[in-house]
């Protein structure tokens, strides 16, 4: 198994750039989620998702889009980038959610730079 | 005020040492989880707990859900422990984790 993979690794983007973080699981898991982590700061969720077809805001979900078609894959779409958004992204998987107690597997991370 | 809060910031130790890395929560919790993270690289989960006491190697994790605060502790430190601890909680309905902010580990040998 792969487990959960990120794509890219690093980014560079400029200031009104669109562009989409890809994150895929081959671990058929429900539950994925995204995050970012910035310095001095704990990790912060973006968005969820519950299952194919079902997504829902996190914490910090402004700026952010995302999709959910398949259980496999979960992108994180930035529409128009701003500075605010340079971060590292990390997606994360689990079996299930609904407040079960299961781990969390996490993706390599993408760091993204927003000029 | 944060709901996870982890104790110490930084953390120095030297090789062979014992290491005790605290989390404490203001919030109800269903369990909570030690994540470890090393320089550049990804968060690898180290253990979850929702009672009592859990132990993988050289690391022990301890909760006490009534005073709401977990330790982790590193018997025998060895360089390759510096890393990252984060702690995590639980809540709500759809697992929603709220993460501390992580204690910075350096052993030095």
Not at chain 1, 10 to 19: A, D, E, H, I, N
Not at chain 1, 89 to 97: D, M, T, V
Request: glycine share 10%; proline share 4%; hydrophobic share 35%.
């Amino acid at each position: 198994n792969a487990g959960v993979t990120q794509t890219p690794k690093f980014q560079v983007l400029k200031t009104g750039q669109s562009m989409t973080l890809q994150c895929a699981q081959d671990m058929n898991h429900e539950y994925m989620s995204w995050y970012r982590q910035d310095p001095g700061m704990g990790l912060r969720l973006i968005h969820y998702s519950v299952g194919a077809g079902i997504t829902d805001q996190g914490e910090v979900p402004n700026g952010y889009n995302v999709s959910r078609s398949t259980t496999e894959d979960f992108p994180l779409r930035l529409l128009s980038a701003a500075p605010s958004q340079t971060s590292v992204y990390f997606c994360a998987s689990s079996y299930s959610g609904g407040g079960a107690f299961t781990e969390q597997f996490f993706g390599p991370g993408t760091r993204l730079t927003v000029l | 005020k944060n709901e996870v809060e982890q104790s110490p910031q930084n953390l120095t130790a030297q090789e062979g040492e014992f290491i005790t890395i605290n989390c404490s929560y203001s919030v109800g919790i269903s369990a909570l989880h030690w994540l470890q993270q090393h320089p550049g690289g990804g968060i690898v989960s180290l253990f979850m707990l929702s009672s009592g006491k859990k132990k993988h190697g050289r690391l022990i994790a301890t909760i006490n859900i009534q005073e709401k605060h977990s330790s982790l502790h590193i018997t025998a430190s060895h360089p390759r422990d510096s890393a990252v601890y984060i702690c995590a909680v639980y809540t709500g309905a759809n697992s929603k984790l709220t993460f501390g902010k992580g204690i910075t580990l350096s052993v030095r040998p």
